[in-house]
């Protein structure tokens, strides 16, 4: 049984870092590709990063030089360090793991970026 649980959310005024961990089980993680998405109420899941099982990442362009994901394969977790957060970083977060057609999610966390 597969299970991604994401830990880190919370609340962060402008400007401050939040660190998102998701923590993988079930799967030999080191093969799958992993991402972090966001979603917004009304709004489309949109991604906001990704990293393969080979350690190439992809960044949305709103998050380039503020976001870094990485991967600790040693054990089954991927991290979002999230620094300079702004307002619209508001959103709850979700992990994804993925491989051919196959995808699993996790349940999601909150960030909030509010004075």
């Known amino acids: 049984q597969v299970q991604l649980v994401e830990s880190g959310g919370g609340l962060v005024q402008p400007g401050g870092s939040l660190r998102l961990s998701c923590a993988v089980s079930g799967i030999i993680f080191r093969i799958y590709n992993m991402g972090w998405y966001r979603q917004t109420p009304g709004k489309q899941r949109e991604l906001v990063a990704d990293?393969?099982?080979?350690?190439?990442?992809n960044y949305a362009d709103s998050v380039k030089g503020r976001f870094a994901i990485s991967r600790d394969n040693a054990n089954n977790t991927m991290y979002l360090q999230m620094n300079s957060l702004e307002p619209e970083d508001t959103a709850v977060y979700y992990c994804?793991?993925?491989?051919?057609?196959?995808?699993?999610w996790g349940q999601g966390t909150q960030v909030t970026v509010s004075s």
């Open positions: 994804k793991t993925f491989r051919n057609n196959w995808s699993a």
């Open positions: 990293i393969t099982s080979g350690g190439s990442t």
